[in-house]
């Protein structure tokens, strides 16, 4: 059998690694710190499983007049959004007694699901966590996975596609969040009146409401629902500017995203820091 | 005048590397006036695709100091430094100096059916509103310079170029999709061999696209939530089965004539 003498050709030449020159790594480092104190501080919180209502504060010493006196003369109608809604009330009074896990192990799982899902938190940390890729055009480190790449079709992350599940579950958290809110407003005297004001405390749960209102309102999701379903806009004009607000909106989701979820961790700092007494709620009640 | 270095990767697919070329600037210099000044002072065979140089063609794309991006938009005083590294895109078979092979791009195209109206609309004038086009408006900017799909890490770092058609090709299928006259359901090929599934929404197409075109947040996600709604949400299928959700009536892909799709794309040539 003839062999062929030919010289055989070259294999081709992977081209030069020029890496990007920039502070590219900026972003994926802010990230991972944000996040990571956000979930030891949130784990910490959960299992800590007090100082997360205001009100229990009063209650467990017997109320106002028996001296909770780092309250002065009103208490403030406080509760950390990471015990919203206040489901270890609801157990206490259906079972007269506590659960046997923190209840905000088992509310996290709302805001935990939908924040996990969303379309703008999977961009950062698929970035920041998997490096996939770290950066645009930055080279990947597990360049093995080159073939077995399946992005977002197989388990676990084909479970993104359920995001609009976490959407509807988030309502309920927003609509307790607004109802803590109008409860903020109010503060008890030591005969157990309760006394129109504005605290420090009720601006910060304000801001906190309205960011991640915003924040749930401009999901790509919600977009989709109200809208971006449609083919056909103007048969059906009420829809079409529905869509156009929320779509404005959605321009700003990932600052909203990092928003929110600082202000709800401010707010339960700043209402762990009044129920333990370490600073005084500054209030003007009417 | 004020003086940089080019640094030019020089070669073709089987050897290569950087070249130094010194180059004066000038103000509003672009990255592309360097390469044709180096093109007309120093080494005439120097091998660059370029067009319009007007941000409008597409042609001229590469990496400049690892990102993608256009060469004629690209400002040289951007780069304090005084070296700029210019390279071909990678996620592309490399054919010589900044050149590359970007013929699967148009082979990907050439699978996704055209805009077909239904078969009573066919040949007349559409009536439509501003609202209904303003959407599919945004995805016609795309000018294929194929930016997106050199960034894509689906493309790049994974070569999975077997499973997804990249993001110009997403775009291409919204415009489709979302088009109030297309009468065909794109969503079983979104799924299938176009692999939306496969895109982890990173943004970085959005942030290299010279349109500015809104790659992730208007076609992707969008595409996505639709894919999600016939195979990823079982409540919608049974609301839809029991008739409280309207029913897609827009023709499976399988049924469009077979002529329809047959669109012919020349092999490329073999590279000496």
Not at chain 1, 82 to 99: A, G, N, R, T, V
Request: with cysteine; net charge positive; aromatic share 12%.
């Amino acid at each position: 059998m003839a062999v062929s003498t030919a010289p055989r050709p070259a294999a081709p030449k992977p081209l030069p690694n020029m890496q990007r020159q920039d502070t590219w790594w900026i972003e994926p480092v802010l990230v991972v710190a944000t996040l990571v104190l956000f979930i030891i501080y949130g784990t910490y919180r959960a299992f800590e499983n007090n100082f997360y209502d205001t009100m229990r504060i009063v209650e467990a010493h017997g109320g106002l007049k028996n001296g909770v006196a780092f309250f002065g003369t009103y208490a403030p109608h406080y509760l950390s959004p990471f015990y919203s809604p206040p489901i270890q009330d609801w157990y206490e009074s259906l079972f007269h007694s506590k659960m046997a896990v923190s209840p905000s192990l088992l509310l996290l799982a709302f805001p935990g699901s939908f924040r996990a899902t969303c379309y703008f938190a999977r961009r950062s940390y698929y970035r920041a966590f998997f490096w996939d890729p770290p950066a645009c055009a930055v080279r990947e480190i597990a360049q093995a996975r080159r073939k077995n790449y399946t992005g977002e079709r197989e388990f676990p992350f084909v479970l993104q596609n359920l995001h609009r599940y976490a959407l509807y579950a988030i309502f309920v958290v927003v609509l307790f969040h607004w109802m803590h809110l109008v409860q903020a407003l109010f503060f008890s005297d030591a005969e157990g009146k309760s006394h129109f004001g504005v605290g420090v405390g009720t601006l910060i749960v304000l801001v906190d409401t309205v960011l991640l209102s915003l924040y749930v309102f401009s999901c790509h999701s919600f977009r989709h629902l109200v809208g971006g379903v449609l083919n056909r806009f103007s048969s059906n004009k009420a829809r079409f500017n529905v869509w156009m607000n929320v779509s404005a909106l959605n321009a700003r989701h990932g600052l909203y995203f990092w928003l929110s979820l600082i202000t709800v961790g401010l707010a339960d700092v700043y209402i762990r820091l009044v129920s333990t007494g370490a600073i005084r709620d500054l209030h003007i009640v009417f | 005048m004020e003086k940089i270095t080019l640094r030019v990767f020089r070669g073709d697919n089987v050897s290569g590397g950087l070249v130094d070329y010194p180059v004066e600037t000038f103000p509003g210099m672009v990255v592309l006036d360097a390469i044709h000044q180096i093109q007309a002072e120093q080494d005439s065979t120097l091998a660059c695709r370029w067009n319009c140089k007007a941000a409008k063609c597409g042609s001229c794309s590469a990496e400049v100091d690892g990102k993608p991006a256009l060469m004629c938009k690209t400002r040289v005083d951007q780069y304090p430094t005084g070296t700029i590294a210019v390279g071909p895109m990678r996620a592309f078979p490399h054919i010589k100096d900044l050149i590359t092979d970007v013929s699967w791009n148009y082979r990907m195209s050439a699978k996704i059916p055209p805009l077909t109206p239904r078969p009573e609309n066919e040949g007349k004038p559409f009536k439509l509103q501003q609202a209904d086009v303003d959407r599919v408006q945004e995805f016609r900017k795309c000018i294929e310079c194929f930016l997106c799909q050199d960034v894509c890490h689906v493309l790049r770092e994974h070569d999975r170029k077997d499973a997804f058609f990249g993001p110009r090709q997403m775009v291409r299928i919204a415009a489709l999709e979302m088009h109030p006259m297309d009468s065909l359901n794109r969503r079983e090929q979104l799924k299938g061999e176009a692999g939306v599934g496969m895109c982890n929404i990173t943004k970085c197409c959005t942030e290299v696209c010279p349109e500015h075109i809104h790659i992730t947040d208007n076609a992707i996600i969008p595409l996505k939530e639709r894919v999600a709604d016939d195979y990823y949400d079982p409540i919608r299928g049974l609301l839809t089965k029991i008739g409280i959700i309207k029913r897609d009536t827009k023709a499976p892909l399988s049924s469009v004539p077979n002529d329809l799709t047959k669109i012919i794309v020349h092999e490329p040539r073999p590279v000496k």
